[in-house]
Protein backbone atom coordinates (compact mmCIF):
# COMPACT_ATOMS: atom_id res chain seq x y z
CA UNK A 1 0.00 0.00 0.00
CA UNK A 2 0.84 3.52 -0.78
CA UNK A 3 1.72 6.06 1.83
CA UNK A 4 -1.37 7.79 1.17
CA UNK A 5 -3.58 4.81 1.33
CA UNK A 6 -2.11 3.67 4.85
CA UNK A 7 -3.05 6.95 5.84
CA UNK A 8 -6.53 6.58 4.44
CA UNK A 9 -6.91 3.28 6.08
CA UNK A 10 -5.92 4.30 9.33
CA UNK A 11 -8.12 7.45 9.40
CA UNK A 12 -10.84 5.43 8.04
CA UNK A 13 -10.27 3.08 11.27
CA UNK A 14 -9.81 6.12 13.38
CA UNK A 15 -13.10 7.40 12.49
CA UNK A 16 -15.15 4.64 12.61
CA UNK A 17 -14.03 4.37 16.56
CA UNK A 18 -14.55 7.85 17.51
CA UNK A 19 -18.07 7.41 15.39
CA UNK A 20 -18.92 4.12 17.27
CA UNK A 21 -18.25 5.69 20.69
CA UNK A 22 -19.56 9.19 20.41
CA UNK A 23 -22.77 7.31 19.16
CA UNK A 24 -23.07 5.06 22.19
CA UNK A 25 -22.01 8.05 24.36
CA UNK A 26 -24.59 6.98 27.06
CA UNK A 27 -21.98 4.19 27.34
CA UNK A 28 -19.51 5.05 26.93
CA UNK A 29 -18.84 9.24 27.99
CA UNK A 30 -21.02 9.83 30.82
CA UNK A 31 -20.97 7.23 33.22
CA UNK A 32 -16.98 7.98 33.65
CA UNK A 33 -17.95 11.52 34.26
CA UNK A 34 -21.07 10.50 37.09
CA UNK A 35 -19.12 8.22 38.59
CA UNK A 36 -15.95 10.84 38.86
CA UNK A 37 -18.19 13.66 40.16
CA UNK A 38 -19.38 11.53 42.94
CA UNK A 39 -15.92 11.01 43.98
CA UNK A 40 -15.12 14.68 43.67
CA UNK A 41 -18.05 15.49 45.79
CA UNK A 42 -17.70 12.69 47.98
CA UNK A 43 -13.93 13.69 48.83
CA UNK A 44 -13.84 16.96 47.59
CA UNK A 45 -16.57 18.18 49.34
CA UNK A 46 -17.64 16.07 52.91
CA UNK A 47 -15.15 14.04 53.52
CA UNK A 48 -11.76 15.88 52.26
CA UNK A 49 -11.97 18.40 54.34
CA UNK A 50 -11.73 16.00 57.80
CA UNK A 51 -8.88 14.21 56.25
CA UNK A 52 -7.31 17.63 55.91
CA UNK A 53 -3.75 17.75 53.70
CA UNK A 54 -1.97 15.15 52.14
CA UNK A 55 1.83 16.03 51.07
CA UNK A 56 1.05 19.52 51.35
CA UNK A 57 -1.92 19.44 49.33
CA UNK A 58 -5.77 19.81 50.27
CA UNK A 59 -7.19 16.46 49.38
CA UNK A 60 -9.35 16.90 46.98
CA UNK A 61 -6.50 18.51 45.10
CA UNK A 62 -3.95 16.02 46.06
CA UNK A 63 -7.02 12.95 45.01
CA UNK A 64 -7.76 14.57 41.42
CA UNK A 65 -4.82 13.77 39.30
CA UNK A 66 -5.44 10.13 40.03
CA UNK A 67 -9.28 10.34 39.56
CA UNK A 68 -8.22 11.89 35.68
CA UNK A 69 -6.14 9.29 35.34
CA UNK A 70 -7.97 6.61 36.50
CA UNK A 71 -10.83 7.53 34.26
CA UNK A 72 -8.87 7.95 30.86
CA UNK A 73 -7.12 4.20 32.14
CA UNK A 74 -10.72 3.05 32.31
CA UNK A 75 -12.07 4.25 29.22
CA UNK A 76 -9.16 4.15 26.84
CA UNK A 77 -9.06 0.42 27.73
CA UNK A 78 -13.07 -0.47 27.79
CA UNK A 79 -12.99 1.10 24.56
CA UNK A 80 -10.57 -0.99 22.48
CA UNK A 81 -11.21 -4.49 24.59
CA UNK A 82 -14.77 -3.91 23.65
CA UNK A 83 -14.80 -2.68 20.04
CA UNK A 84 -12.60 -4.90 18.87
CA UNK A 85 -14.46 -7.94 20.61
CA UNK A 86 -17.12 -7.12 19.29
CA UNK A 87 -15.55 -6.57 15.62
CA UNK A 88 -14.23 -9.62 16.39
CA UNK A 89 -17.85 -11.00 17.17
CA UNK A 90 -19.95 -9.89 14.87
CA UNK A 91 -17.06 -10.93 12.27
CA UNK A 92 -16.98 -7.13 11.04
CA UNK A 93 -13.22 -7.51 11.67
CA UNK A 94 -13.23 -9.81 8.53
CA UNK A 95 -13.69 -6.59 6.19
CA UNK A 96 -9.92 -5.66 7.41
CA UNK A 97 -8.95 -8.55 7.35
CA UNK A 98 -9.13 -9.25 3.55
CA UNK A 99 -8.21 -5.56 2.10
CA UNK A 100 -4.51 -4.73 2.44
CA UNK A 101 -4.05 -2.58 5.59
CA UNK A 102 -0.96 -3.82 7.10
CA UNK A 103 -1.23 -4.72 10.59
CA UNK A 104 0.23 -2.23 12.21
CA UNK A 105 -2.29 0.39 10.69
CA UNK A 106 -5.03 -1.65 12.05
CA UNK A 107 -3.18 -1.37 15.65
CA UNK A 108 -2.72 1.47 15.55
CA UNK A 109 -6.13 2.77 14.36
CA UNK A 110 -7.82 1.25 17.29
CA UNK A 111 -5.02 2.17 19.08
CA UNK A 112 -6.02 5.85 18.54
CA UNK A 113 -9.58 5.40 18.80
CA UNK A 114 -9.15 4.27 22.37
CA UNK A 115 -6.68 6.82 23.24
CA UNK A 116 -9.34 9.39 22.07
CA UNK A 117 -12.03 7.98 24.29
CA UNK A 118 -9.82 8.07 26.94
CA UNK A 119 -8.88 11.64 26.51
CA UNK A 120 -12.02 12.60 25.78
CA UNK A 121 -13.30 11.85 29.12
CA UNK A 122 -10.34 13.37 30.66
CA UNK A 123 -11.10 16.39 29.28
CA UNK A 124 -14.37 16.47 30.82
CA UNK A 125 -13.84 15.13 33.93
CA UNK A 126 -11.10 17.61 34.36
CA UNK A 127 -13.58 20.49 33.64
CA UNK A 128 -15.75 18.93 35.94
CA UNK A 129 -12.88 18.76 38.36
CA UNK A 130 -12.38 22.44 38.36
CA UNK A 131 -15.82 22.76 39.87
CA UNK A 132 -14.27 21.19 43.29
CA UNK A 133 -10.58 22.28 42.92
CA UNK A 134 -8.07 24.60 41.86
CA UNK A 135 -6.99 22.70 39.43
CA UNK A 136 -3.33 24.13 38.90
CA UNK A 137 -1.04 22.73 36.23
CA UNK A 138 2.59 22.57 37.42
CA UNK A 139 4.61 21.51 34.11
CA UNK A 140 2.09 20.65 31.43
CA UNK A 141 4.35 18.93 29.02
CA UNK A 142 4.69 16.40 31.68
CA UNK A 143 0.95 16.49 32.21
CA UNK A 144 0.10 15.93 28.43
CA UNK A 145 2.91 13.61 27.88
CA UNK A 146 1.98 10.88 30.69
CA UNK A 147 -1.71 11.34 30.03
CA UNK A 148 -1.71 10.34 26.42
CA UNK A 149 1.16 7.71 26.87
CA UNK A 150 -1.17 6.40 30.09
CA UNK A 151 -3.53 6.36 26.93
CA UNK A 152 -1.92 4.63 24.51
CA UNK A 153 -0.69 2.32 27.04
CA UNK A 154 -4.05 0.98 28.09
CA UNK A 155 -5.32 0.91 24.55
CA UNK A 156 -2.85 -1.40 23.62
CA UNK A 157 -3.51 -3.63 26.89
CA UNK A 158 -7.10 -3.52 25.72
CA UNK A 159 -6.31 -4.45 22.58
CA UNK A 160 -4.63 -7.57 23.96
CA UNK A 161 -7.52 -8.06 25.87
CA UNK A 162 -9.90 -8.09 22.61
CA UNK A 163 -7.33 -10.44 20.86
CA UNK A 164 -7.50 -13.29 23.40
CA UNK A 165 -11.17 -12.47 24.59
CA UNK A 166 -13.62 -15.31 23.13
CA UNK A 167 -16.91 -14.34 24.96
CA UNK A 168 -18.27 -11.04 26.26
CA UNK A 169 -17.39 -11.30 29.63
CA UNK A 170 -14.02 -11.78 28.42
CA UNK A 171 -13.93 -7.70 28.21
CA UNK A 172 -14.71 -7.20 31.66
CA UNK A 173 -12.42 -9.61 33.74
CA UNK A 174 -9.50 -7.57 33.89
CA UNK A 175 -10.70 -4.11 34.34
CA UNK A 176 -12.20 -5.76 37.37
CA UNK A 177 -9.79 -7.71 39.03
CA UNK A 178 -6.76 -6.28 37.60
CA UNK A 179 -7.44 -2.59 36.63
CA UNK A 180 -9.13 -1.59 39.27
CA UNK A 181 -7.17 -2.78 42.16
CA UNK A 182 -4.01 -1.98 40.39
CA UNK A 183 -5.51 1.58 40.47
CA UNK A 184 -6.89 2.34 43.89
CA UNK A 185 -3.69 0.73 45.11
CA UNK A 186 -1.02 2.93 42.57
CA UNK A 187 -1.80 6.02 44.81
CA UNK A 188 -5.10 7.54 43.15
CA UNK A 189 -5.95 8.51 47.46
CA UNK A 190 -3.18 8.18 48.84
CA UNK A 191 0.56 9.24 49.14
CA UNK A 192 2.62 5.43 49.51
CA UNK A 193 4.69 7.49 51.94
CA UNK A 194 2.10 6.81 54.11
CA UNK A 195 2.43 3.25 54.15
CA UNK A 196 4.77 0.69 55.84
CA UNK A 197 8.18 0.04 54.57
CA UNK A 198 6.74 -3.21 53.16
CA UNK A 199 3.81 -2.39 51.24
CA UNK A 200 5.91 0.79 49.84
CA UNK A 201 8.08 -1.67 48.45
CA UNK A 202 5.15 -3.79 47.08
CA UNK A 203 3.44 -0.97 45.88
CA UNK A 204 6.92 -0.16 43.99
CA UNK A 205 5.64 -3.49 41.30
CA UNK A 206 2.17 -1.66 40.89
CA UNK A 207 3.33 -0.50 37.02
CA UNK A 208 0.05 2.28 37.50
CA UNK A 209 1.65 3.62 40.93
CA UNK A 210 3.98 4.98 38.26
CA UNK A 211 1.77 6.89 35.74
CA UNK A 212 -0.31 7.89 38.55
CA UNK A 213 3.04 9.86 39.84
CA UNK A 214 3.95 10.96 36.99
CA UNK A 215 0.55 12.37 36.45
CA UNK A 216 0.08 13.68 39.35
CA UNK A 217 3.78 15.33 39.15
CA UNK A 218 2.74 17.23 36.00
CA UNK A 219 -0.17 18.69 38.19
CA UNK A 220 1.43 19.73 41.28
CA UNK A 221 4.92 19.37 41.03
CA UNK A 222 5.18 16.24 43.66
CA UNK A 223 5.62 12.70 43.25
CA UNK A 224 6.81 9.61 44.83
CA UNK A 225 8.32 8.22 42.36
CA UNK A 226 11.75 9.26 39.94
CA UNK A 227 9.77 11.20 36.80
CA UNK A 228 12.60 9.51 34.75
CA UNK A 229 11.74 5.91 36.11
CA UNK A 230 7.80 7.20 35.41
CA UNK A 231 8.33 7.66 31.62
CA UNK A 232 10.84 4.61 31.60
CA UNK A 233 8.27 1.88 32.68
CA UNK A 234 5.42 3.40 30.91
CA UNK A 235 7.58 3.27 27.30
CA UNK A 236 9.19 0.21 27.97
CA UNK A 237 5.58 -1.28 28.63
CA UNK A 238 3.61 0.31 25.97
CA UNK A 239 6.73 -1.13 23.54
CA UNK A 240 6.22 -4.83 24.63
CA UNK A 241 2.53 -4.36 24.29
CA UNK A 242 2.61 -3.10 20.99
CA UNK A 243 5.11 -5.98 19.64
CA UNK A 244 3.20 -8.69 21.22
CA UNK A 245 0.01 -7.31 19.79
CA UNK A 246 1.90 -6.99 16.21
CA UNK A 247 2.35 -10.75 16.29
CA UNK A 248 -0.21 -12.05 17.58
CA UNK A 249 -1.93 -10.12 14.70
CA UNK A 250 0.31 -11.37 12.00
CA UNK A 251 -0.07 -14.60 12.93
CA UNK A 252 -3.78 -14.43 13.35
CA UNK A 253 -4.38 -15.07 16.52
CA UNK A 254 -7.73 -15.11 17.55
CA UNK A 255 -9.15 -13.62 14.54
CA UNK A 256 -7.70 -16.56 11.94
CA UNK A 257 -8.73 -20.05 11.74
CA UNK B 1 -3.70 -17.39 -20.70
CA UNK B 2 -3.19 -15.37 -17.57
CA UNK B 3 -4.98 -17.10 -14.52
CA UNK B 4 -7.01 -15.10 -12.46
CA UNK B 5 -6.56 -17.43 -9.25
CA UNK B 6 -4.54 -20.80 -9.54
CA UNK B 7 -4.62 -22.58 -6.29
CA UNK B 8 -2.48 -25.71 -6.41
CA UNK B 9 -1.77 -28.69 -3.38
CA UNK B 10 -3.83 -26.52 -0.73
CA UNK B 11 -4.21 -28.36 2.25
CA UNK B 12 -6.12 -27.25 5.64
CA UNK B 13 -6.59 -28.93 9.02
CA UNK B 14 -8.22 -27.16 11.32
CA UNK B 15 -6.43 -27.02 15.21
CA UNK B 16 -9.37 -29.66 15.79
CA UNK B 17 -7.75 -32.12 13.23
CA UNK B 18 -10.00 -32.28 10.93
CA UNK B 19 -8.72 -32.36 7.75
CA UNK B 20 -10.84 -29.81 5.83
CA UNK B 21 -8.53 -29.65 2.23
CA UNK B 22 -6.96 -32.62 1.20
CA UNK B 23 -4.45 -30.88 -1.36
CA UNK B 24 -6.96 -29.34 -4.03
CA UNK B 25 -6.15 -27.94 -7.20
CA UNK B 26 -7.72 -25.45 -9.25
CA UNK B 27 -7.41 -23.22 -11.86
CA UNK B 28 -9.65 -20.70 -12.96
CA UNK B 29 -8.74 -18.38 -16.18
CA UNK B 30 -9.19 -14.81 -16.41
CA UNK B 31 -12.48 -13.70 -17.39
CA UNK B 32 -14.39 -17.31 -16.45
CA UNK B 33 -17.67 -17.33 -14.58
CA UNK B 34 -16.84 -20.54 -12.61
CA UNK B 35 -18.79 -22.42 -9.95
CA UNK B 36 -17.38 -24.06 -7.36
CA UNK B 37 -19.98 -26.46 -6.02
CA UNK B 38 -20.12 -29.04 -3.43
CA UNK B 39 -22.29 -30.43 -0.75
CA UNK B 40 -22.52 -28.88 3.31
CA UNK B 41 -19.07 -29.40 4.56
CA UNK B 42 -17.67 -30.29 1.52
CA UNK B 43 -14.65 -27.58 1.97
CA UNK B 44 -15.85 -24.76 -0.17
CA UNK B 45 -15.55 -21.71 1.97
CA UNK B 46 -12.59 -23.28 3.83
CA UNK B 47 -10.75 -22.91 0.33
CA UNK B 48 -12.74 -19.42 0.11
CA UNK B 49 -11.27 -18.48 3.96
CA UNK B 50 -7.41 -19.10 2.64
CA UNK B 51 -7.99 -17.31 -0.70
CA UNK B 52 -9.08 -14.36 0.94
CA UNK B 53 -6.74 -14.40 4.20
CA UNK B 54 -9.19 -15.44 6.98
CA UNK B 55 -7.99 -19.07 7.35
CA UNK B 56 -4.57 -19.83 7.67
CA UNK B 57 -3.41 -22.46 5.26
CA UNK B 58 -1.45 -25.97 6.62
CA UNK B 59 0.47 -26.43 2.65
CA UNK B 60 -0.31 -25.66 -0.55
CA UNK B 61 0.02 -22.16 -2.88
CA UNK B 62 -2.30 -19.23 -3.80
CA UNK B 63 -2.09 -17.14 -6.47
CA UNK B 64 -4.12 -14.25 -7.74
CA UNK B 65 -3.18 -12.65 -11.13
CA UNK B 66 0.08 -14.67 -10.96
CA UNK B 67 0.46 -12.87 -7.49
CA UNK B 68 1.21 -15.24 -4.59
CA UNK B 69 -0.48 -14.54 -1.26
CA UNK B 70 2.46 -15.52 0.72
CA UNK B 71 4.56 -13.06 -1.34
CA UNK B 72 2.64 -9.84 -2.08
CA UNK B 73 -0.48 -10.47 -0.17
CA UNK B 74 -1.47 -6.74 -0.12
CA UNK B 75 -1.06 -6.63 -3.69
CA UNK B 76 -3.16 -9.89 -4.06
CA UNK B 77 -5.62 -8.48 -1.83
CA UNK B 78 -6.84 -5.30 -3.65
CA UNK B 79 -7.28 -7.58 -6.85
CA UNK B 80 -9.52 -9.84 -5.03
CA UNK B 81 -13.62 -8.90 -3.59
CA UNK B 82 -15.19 -11.52 -1.38
CA UNK B 83 -18.75 -12.28 -0.60
CA UNK B 84 -18.94 -14.57 2.25
CA UNK B 85 -21.29 -17.06 3.05
CA UNK B 86 -22.09 -15.53 6.27
CA UNK B 87 -23.11 -11.83 7.19
CA UNK B 88 -19.91 -9.99 8.59
CA UNK B 89 -20.23 -6.20 9.14
CA UNK B 90 -21.36 -4.14 11.84
CA UNK B 91 -25.38 -4.02 12.23
CA UNK B 92 -24.64 -0.86 14.09
CA UNK B 93 -23.52 1.04 10.79
CA UNK B 94 -25.57 2.29 8.00
CA UNK B 95 -25.33 0.87 4.90
CA UNK B 96 -23.46 3.89 3.20
CA UNK B 97 -20.74 4.15 6.14
CA UNK B 98 -20.53 -0.03 5.74
CA UNK B 99 -19.28 0.08 1.92
CA UNK B 100 -17.44 3.49 2.61
CA UNK B 101 -15.67 2.14 5.53
CA UNK B 102 -14.92 -0.75 3.04
CA UNK B 103 -13.34 1.26 0.51
CA UNK B 104 -11.38 3.26 3.19
CA UNK B 105 -9.37 0.14 4.07
CA UNK B 106 -8.12 -0.15 0.72
CA UNK B 107 -6.92 3.31 0.63
CA UNK B 108 -9.25 4.59 -1.63
CA UNK B 109 -9.61 8.43 -1.76
CA UNK B 110 -13.20 9.50 -0.56
CA UNK B 111 -14.43 11.22 -3.58
CA UNK B 112 -14.08 8.30 -5.47
CA UNK B 113 -15.24 6.10 -3.07
CA UNK B 114 -18.53 8.25 -2.52
CA UNK B 115 -19.29 7.88 -6.69
CA UNK B 116 -18.86 4.24 -6.12
CA UNK B 117 -21.04 4.16 -3.11
CA UNK B 118 -23.78 5.43 -4.77
CA UNK B 119 -23.30 3.48 -8.52
CA UNK B 120 -22.97 0.02 -6.28
CA UNK B 121 -25.66 0.50 -3.67
CA UNK B 122 -28.32 1.98 -6.20
CA UNK B 123 -27.52 -0.98 -8.83
CA UNK B 124 -27.92 -3.44 -6.42
CA UNK B 125 -31.38 -1.51 -5.25
CA UNK B 126 -30.18 -0.36 -1.45
CA UNK B 127 -29.51 3.12 -2.03
CA UNK B 128 -32.92 4.33 -0.22
CA UNK B 129 -31.47 2.57 2.18
CA UNK B 130 -28.40 3.37 2.48
CA UNK B 131 -28.36 5.69 5.95
CA UNK B 132 -31.08 3.09 7.71
CA UNK B 133 -29.56 0.48 9.88
CA UNK B 134 -28.46 -2.20 8.52
CA UNK B 135 -29.19 -4.29 11.33
CA UNK B 136 -33.24 -3.54 9.90
CA UNK B 137 -32.41 -4.63 6.29
CA UNK B 138 -34.18 -8.12 4.86
CA UNK B 139 -31.74 -11.08 4.65
CA UNK B 140 -31.55 -10.10 0.54
CA UNK B 141 -30.82 -7.43 1.19
CA UNK B 142 -27.84 -8.24 3.46
CA UNK B 143 -26.67 -9.91 0.56
CA UNK B 144 -26.47 -7.23 -1.89
CA UNK B 145 -24.99 -4.92 0.46
CA UNK B 146 -21.79 -7.10 0.89
CA UNK B 147 -21.88 -7.71 -3.10
CA UNK B 148 -21.76 -3.88 -3.04
CA UNK B 149 -19.01 -3.71 -0.56
CA UNK B 150 -16.69 -6.25 -2.18
CA UNK B 151 -17.07 -3.99 -5.72
CA UNK B 152 -15.78 -0.76 -3.56
CA UNK B 153 -12.38 -1.43 -4.62
CA UNK B 154 -13.14 -3.00 -8.06
CA UNK B 155 -11.49 -6.44 -7.48
CA UNK B 156 -10.57 -8.16 -11.13
CA UNK B 157 -11.46 -11.72 -9.22
CA UNK B 158 -14.80 -11.73 -7.24
CA UNK B 159 -15.55 -14.70 -5.30
CA UNK B 160 -18.91 -15.29 -3.44
CA UNK B 161 -20.05 -17.65 -1.29
CA UNK B 162 -23.54 -18.71 -1.47
CA UNK B 163 -24.63 -15.32 -2.74
CA UNK B 164 -28.14 -16.33 -3.51
CA UNK B 165 -28.86 -18.41 -0.48
CA UNK B 166 -31.87 -17.28 1.00
CA UNK B 167 -32.97 -14.73 -1.80
CA UNK B 168 -35.91 -14.84 -3.40
CA UNK B 169 -36.75 -16.32 -7.03
CA UNK B 170 -36.73 -12.50 -8.43
CA UNK B 171 -34.10 -11.08 -6.60
CA UNK B 172 -32.25 -14.03 -7.10
CA UNK B 173 -32.71 -13.45 -11.27
CA UNK B 174 -31.54 -9.74 -10.76
CA UNK B 175 -28.63 -10.62 -9.01
CA UNK B 176 -27.53 -13.33 -11.96
CA UNK B 177 -28.43 -10.21 -14.52
CA UNK B 178 -26.11 -8.03 -12.23
CA UNK B 179 -23.04 -10.38 -11.91
CA UNK B 180 -23.39 -11.43 -15.57
CA UNK B 181 -23.14 -7.87 -16.44
CA UNK B 182 -20.03 -7.23 -14.52
CA UNK B 183 -18.33 -10.57 -15.72
CA UNK B 184 -18.70 -9.19 -19.61
CA UNK B 185 -17.40 -6.22 -18.25
CA UNK B 186 -14.32 -8.00 -17.76
CA UNK B 187 -14.61 -9.05 -13.56
CA UNK B 188 -13.55 -12.88 -13.16
CA UNK B 189 -16.02 -14.30 -10.93
CA UNK B 190 -16.60 -17.63 -9.20
CA UNK B 191 -19.19 -18.65 -7.07
CA UNK B 192 -19.95 -21.50 -4.62
CA UNK B 193 -24.09 -22.45 -4.74
CA UNK B 194 -26.53 -25.60 -3.97
CA UNK B 195 -28.45 -24.70 -6.53
CA UNK B 196 -27.49 -26.48 -10.21
CA UNK B 197 -29.16 -24.17 -12.11
CA UNK B 198 -27.66 -21.25 -10.93
CA UNK B 199 -24.14 -22.61 -12.36
CA UNK B 200 -26.06 -24.10 -15.23
CA UNK B 201 -27.37 -20.37 -16.24
CA UNK B 202 -24.27 -18.38 -15.32
CA UNK B 203 -21.08 -20.21 -15.20
CA UNK B 204 -19.02 -21.69 -17.67
CA UNK B 205 -16.54 -23.86 -15.87
CA UNK B 206 -17.64 -26.14 -12.74
CA UNK B 207 -15.11 -27.52 -10.08
CA UNK B 208 -16.63 -30.47 -7.19
CA UNK B 209 -15.29 -30.33 -4.16
CA UNK B 210 -15.95 -33.92 -2.28
CA UNK B 211 -14.93 -34.22 1.18
CA UNK B 212 -12.00 -31.89 1.04
CA UNK B 213 -11.05 -32.88 -2.56
CA UNK B 214 -11.96 -31.58 -6.18
CA UNK B 215 -13.75 -34.18 -8.11
CA UNK B 216 -14.41 -32.75 -10.82
CA UNK B 217 -13.59 -29.54 -12.55
CA UNK B 218 -14.71 -29.18 -16.60
CA UNK B 219 -17.16 -27.37 -18.40
CA UNK B 220 -20.41 -26.65 -17.26
CA UNK B 221 -21.84 -28.32 -20.53
CA UNK B 222 -19.70 -31.31 -20.02
CA UNK B 223 -20.80 -31.73 -16.55
CA UNK B 224 -24.35 -31.54 -16.99
CA UNK B 225 -24.38 -34.29 -19.58
CA UNK B 226 -23.14 -36.38 -17.48
CA UNK B 227 -26.63 -36.10 -15.59
CA UNK B 228 -27.68 -39.66 -16.11
CA UNK B 229 -30.97 -40.08 -14.58
CA UNK B 230 -33.37 -37.63 -13.10
CA UNK B 231 -36.59 -38.59 -10.85
CA UNK B 232 -39.75 -37.30 -11.94
CA UNK B 233 -43.29 -37.27 -10.19
CA UNK B 234 -46.47 -37.81 -12.07
CA UNK B 235 -49.83 -36.99 -10.48
CA UNK B 236 -52.67 -38.78 -12.02
CA UNK B 237 -56.02 -37.91 -12.53
CA UNK B 238 -57.23 -41.58 -11.63
CA UNK B 239 -56.15 -43.39 -9.20
CA UNK B 240 -53.96 -46.87 -9.75
CA UNK B 241 -54.37 -49.94 -7.56
CA UNK B 242 -50.79 -51.62 -8.98
CA UNK B 243 -48.17 -50.56 -10.67
CA UNK B 244 -48.90 -51.38 -14.47
CA UNK B 245 -47.03 -54.05 -16.81
CA UNK B 246 -44.90 -51.73 -18.09
CA UNK B 247 -43.95 -49.93 -15.26
CA UNK B 248 -41.07 -52.94 -13.91
CA UNK B 249 -37.80 -51.27 -13.41
CA UNK B 250 -37.86 -47.57 -13.43
CA UNK B 251 -41.44 -47.08 -12.47
CA UNK B 252 -43.17 -46.59 -8.72
CA UNK B 253 -46.12 -46.36 -7.84
CA UNK B 254 -45.60 -44.28 -4.46
CA UNK B 255 -49.05 -43.22 -4.03
CA UNK B 256 -53.06 -43.81 -5.31
CA UNK B 257 -52.65 -41.01 -7.61
CA UNK B 258 -48.90 -40.62 -7.38
CA UNK B 259 -46.16 -42.48 -10.02
CA UNK B 260 -42.36 -42.01 -9.96
CA UNK B 261 -40.18 -42.69 -12.53
CA UNK B 262 -36.54 -42.77 -13.63
CA UNK B 263 -35.54 -41.02 -16.84
CA UNK B 264 -31.69 -41.20 -18.55
CA UNK B 265 -30.58 -38.48 -20.60
CA UNK B 266 -30.94 -40.73 -23.73
CA UNK B 267 -34.76 -42.23 -22.67
CA UNK B 268 -36.02 -38.73 -22.80
CA UNK B 269 -39.56 -38.18 -22.31
CA UNK B 270 -41.80 -38.84 -25.05
CA UNK B 271 -41.17 -42.48 -24.74
CA UNK B 272 -42.79 -41.99 -20.73
CA UNK B 273 -45.35 -40.23 -22.55
CA UNK B 274 -46.06 -43.05 -25.28
CA UNK B 275 -46.12 -45.68 -22.64
CA UNK B 276 -48.97 -43.81 -20.28
CA UNK B 277 -51.44 -42.80 -23.48
CA UNK B 278 -51.13 -46.58 -24.27
CA UNK B 279 -52.21 -47.56 -20.91
CA UNK B 280 -55.09 -44.44 -21.22
CA UNK B 281 -52.88 -43.34 -17.45
CA UNK B 282 -53.90 -39.69 -17.67
CA UNK B 283 -51.48 -37.29 -16.03
CA UNK B 284 -52.34 -33.90 -14.18
CA UNK B 285 -49.29 -32.49 -13.44
CA UNK B 286 -45.73 -33.82 -13.56
CA UNK B 287 -42.41 -32.25 -11.95
CA UNK B 288 -38.71 -32.77 -10.75
CA UNK B 289 -38.43 -35.10 -7.58
CA UNK B 290 -35.05 -34.85 -6.82
CA UNK B 291 -32.46 -32.03 -6.46
CA UNK B 292 -30.40 -32.26 -9.62
CA UNK B 293 -27.14 -31.27 -8.12
CA UNK B 294 -27.81 -33.69 -5.42
CA UNK B 295 -28.19 -36.18 -8.08
CA UNK B 296 -25.08 -35.47 -9.68
CA UNK B 297 -23.31 -36.38 -6.94
CA UNK B 298 -24.86 -39.21 -6.77
CA UNK B 299 -24.32 -40.13 -10.16
CA UNK B 300 -20.53 -39.73 -9.59
CA UNK B 301 -20.46 -41.38 -6.24
CA UNK B 302 -21.88 -44.38 -8.35
CA UNK B 303 -18.98 -43.97 -11.61
CA UNK B 304 -16.62 -43.64 -9.02
CA UNK B 305 -17.80 -46.81 -7.31
CA UNK B 306 -18.09 -48.99 -10.81
CA UNK B 307 -14.77 -47.39 -11.86
N1 LIG C 1 -13.22 -23.16 12.29
C1 LIG C 1 -13.34 -24.47 12.06
N2 LIG C 1 -12.81 -25.37 12.92
C2 LIG C 1 -12.91 -26.68 12.69
N3 LIG C 1 -13.53 -27.23 11.64
C3 LIG C 1 -14.09 -26.39 10.75
C4 LIG C 1 -14.03 -24.98 10.91
N4 LIG C 1 -14.66 -24.41 9.87
C5 LIG C 1 -15.10 -25.41 9.10
N5 LIG C 1 -14.77 -26.60 9.62
C6 LIG C 1 -15.04 -27.93 9.06
O1 LIG C 1 -14.41 -28.03 7.80
C7 LIG C 1 -15.22 -28.73 6.89
C8 LIG C 1 -15.44 -27.89 5.66
O2 LIG C 1 -16.25 -26.79 6.01
P1 LIG C 1 -16.62 -25.64 4.97
O3 LIG C 1 -17.28 -24.58 5.72
O4 LIG C 1 -15.40 -25.31 4.20
O5 LIG C 1 -17.65 -26.40 4.03
P2 LIG C 1 -18.55 -25.83 2.85
O6 LIG C 1 -18.21 -26.64 1.66
O7 LIG C 1 -18.40 -24.37 2.74
O8 LIG C 1 -20.00 -26.20 3.34
P3 LIG C 1 -21.40 -25.41 3.19
O9 LIG C 1 -21.94 -25.74 1.85
O10 LIG C 1 -22.23 -25.99 4.27
O11 LIG C 1 -21.13 -23.97 3.37
C9 LIG C 1 -16.50 -29.08 7.64
O12 LIG C 1 -16.39 -30.39 8.10
C10 LIG C 1 -16.51 -28.13 8.79
O13 LIG C 1 -17.15 -28.68 9.91
MG1 LIG D 1 -19.64 -22.82 2.98
Known amino acids: MSAESVRIAYFTIVTKEVTRFLRIWQQTLLPPVITTSLYFVIFGNLIGPRIGDMEGFRYIDFIVPGLILMAVITNSYANVSSSFFSAKFQRSIEEIQVSPTPEWVILLGYVTGGMARGLLVGVVVSVVAMLFSGLTVHSFPVMLSVILLTAMLFALGGFLNGLFARKFD ?3 IVPTFILTP ?3 LGGVFY ?3 LLPPFWQAVSHGNPILYMINGFRYGFLGISDIDLGLSYAIII ?15 TGYGIRT | MTHALSVENLEKKYANGLLALKGISLAVEEGDFFALLGRNGAGKSTAIGIICGLVNKTAGSVRIFDVDIDEDFPRARSLLGVVPQEFNFSVFETPLQIVMNQAGYYGIPRRVAEERAERYLAQLDLWDKRNGVSRELSGGMKRRLMIARALMHEPRLLILDEPTAGVDIEIRRSMWE ?20 EAESLCRNIAIIEAGEVVENTSTRQLLSTLQREVY ?6 PLTELPEFGRGRWRLTGPTTLEVDISREQGLNGVFR ?32 E
Do not use: C, P
Open chain 2, 275 to 306: QLNANAIRVQSMRNKSNRLEQLFLDRVDRRGT
Open chain 1, 170 to 172: DVS
Open chain 2, 178 to 197: FLRRINEQGTSIILTTHYLE
Open chain 1, 182 to 184: LTY
Open chain 1, 191 to 193: SIN
Open chain 1, 236 to 250: AFAVALFWINLRLLK
Open chain 2, 233 to 238: ILDLED
